[in-house]
């Protein structure tokens, strides 16, 4: 094991996607705890609201696309290393581009166990040997091993949003301006279809729960809002701050796999996933004592690492989902109250 790394800055890199990066904030604050560690955090400007209040966290270093590519990325990480070579560098990311920037490094280096080889022998083969590997550690646990000999527990790595007392009350005003106190929370978007529900599914449970005299909140991020007449559909108005503050107040947030799912962990909002094309095996999964996640049954799943690939079922997996499966999962959330 390296030299341990304790009571000082360091530099941390997690560039893509938004469930990648919440995903490492549970990580960052317990190795505060832990090691009295702080961070510079350099990530892509879209992502930096993540990590706006983290106690771990000193400072971000956005990176525009334009500087993620080629000769710019080189000449990027030349400059960078210059300004922060002093720091030891904490790469979460974990690829060709972020390897180059290890190279150049003059101060020390620390990398997790990303299971790639593992990840392309389960996805080939869906052995359960595979599966078993793949298991024992989410993504939290896998990122902790950059530091840690051992698995470290779920809950001391699970991810955290830290919000501010304005966020708080502006959005528990916003929803006192729409009448609710306690919603429960739709999101039924997807960067990739597959990963979720057809919209017809999702009406049909918001029709069941307004029936039942629920309190709903629509949220999220689409092309075409869900319910776009509905005061209570707030697709595409929220950031990511503002999107964090709403399902702190929510009694529970159902989703597909998605960044969303992270965020309703992050701020402890009980959360209901429904998976199909990805599985537990990827270690994206919610980490909340009451999160509740439903695998849809399918002999090729997982078929991709994200969900991104073309479907030779016609998504079958996910055309199982009826409203009614979803209003089952629902009462058994609130039957644990």
């Not at 301006?177 to 918001?206: D, F, M, Q």
């Not at 503002?242 to 960044?259: E, F, K, N, P, V």
């Not at 999160?291 to 479907?311: E, R, V, Y």
Request: proline fraction near 8%.
């Amino acid at each position: 094991m390296a030299q341990p790394l304790k009571n000082q800055e360091c530099l941390t890199v997690r560039l893509s996607a938004l469930g990648d990066a919440i995903l490492t904030t549970g990580v960052l604050k317990y190795w505060q705890d832990q090691f009295g560690l702080t961070f510079h955090v350099l990530t892509k400007p879209a992502l930096a609201p993540v990590f706006k209040n983290h106690p771990a966290v000193c400072g971000v270093i956005p990176v525009e696309e334009t500087n993620l590519h080629g000769l710019r990325w080189m000449r990027y990480c030349r400059n960078l290393a210059r300004s922060f070579g002093h720091l030891p560098l904490i790469d979460l990311h974990v690829n060709l581009r972020t390897l180059f920037l290890r190279a150049l490094w003059p101060g020390p280096t620390r990398t997790y166990a990303k299971y790639s080889m593992t990840r392309r022998l389960f996805l080939a083969t869906r052995h359960p040997s595979f599966a078993a590997r793949l298991q024992r550690l989410n993504v939290p646990q896998r990122y902790a091993l950059a530091l840690e000999e051992n698995a470290v527990d779920t809950a001391l790595v699970r991810p955290r949003i830290f919000l501010d007392a304005a966020e708080t009350a502006q959005s528990r005003e916003a929803l006192s301006l729409l009448s609710l106190k306690r919603p429960i929370a739709i999101h039924p978007y997807a960067t990739h279809p597959a990963k979720t529900p057809r919209p017809e599914v999702w009406r049909n449970l918001i029709r069941a729960l307004e029936d039942r005299g629920e309190e709903l909140l629509i949220l999220g991020r689409d092309a075409k809002s869900l319910l776009p007449d509905s005061p209570r559909d707030l697709t595409n108005t929220t950031d990511l701050r503002t999107l964090s503050a709403l399902l702190s107040h929510c009694r529970c947030l159902i989703t597909g796999d998605s960044g969303p799912m992270h965020l309703a962990t992050a701020v402890g909002t009980p959360v209901i996933a429904l998976f199909g094309p990805t599985t537990r095996e990827w270690g994206f999964y919610p980490s909340g004592p009451r999160d509740i996640i439903h695998q849809s049954p399918c002999p090729k799943a997982p078929c991709s690492l994200h969900g991104q690939d073309a479907c030779t079922l016609q998504n079958a997996c996910m055309a199982d989902i009826s409203d009614q499966l979803i209003l089952h999962l629902l009462d058994t959330l609130q039957g644990s109250d």
